[in-house]
């Protein structure tokens, strides 16, 4: 199958960036890890799980279509992380910046008449809604019960199982 260069360009940026993600993810885990909120950390863990599934389904896609996968540099995740709340910002900023490099990949893959990237795009289109809306509300919650009540937030995410 024809793939064009931008497009496994974007693919193989994609890559790193969930990659990047799920190190992000898992560095966060263990800050909520070291304060003993197993919740908030089991979270972030689920995340980064998530994140790398990501990265693995882009790799499947390029295998199938032909593309030529190129795992690109993942730098190191930040670990000055000082608050639930910088976590969870931090966090919605990171989903709202793959949903626009997901839309920017869709965007050619609409312009290229690239009815496969298209189908395979459309799950990500859908799960960035999710992922977006997840860290939003997330961040309310951290935000409504303050640093001081996490606790609270540890209990909301047991009753929310």
Request: hydrophobic residues 45%; without cysteine.
């Amino acid at each position: 199958m024809q793939i064009s260069k931008a497009m496994v360009d974007l693919l193989n940026e994609q890559i790193a960036h969930e990659l990047i993600a799920s190190n992000q993810y898992l560095q966060i885990a263990t800050y909520f890890d070291g304060q003993a909120l197993r919740k908030l950390s089991g979270f972030f863990y689920k995340q980064s799980e998530e994140e790398r599934e990501h990265a693995l389904k882009f790799v499947h896609y390029m295998t199938e279509v032909g593309a030529d996968v190129r795992i690109l540099e993942i730098p190191a995740a930040s670990y000055d992380i000082k608050s639930a709340e910088q976590a969870f910002q931090m966090s919605l900023d990171w989903e709202k910046e793959v949903t626009r490099r997901i839309h920017a990949m869709m965007d050619l893959a609409v312009s290229e008449k690239d009815y496969a990237a298209q189908a395979f795009l459309q799950w990500f289109v859908t799960e960035q809604v999710e992922e977006e809306s997840s860290m939003e509300t997330m961040l309310q919650i951290v935000q409504q019960a303050g640093e001081k009540n996490l606790l609270m937030v540890e209990a909301y995410m047991t009753h929310g199982e």
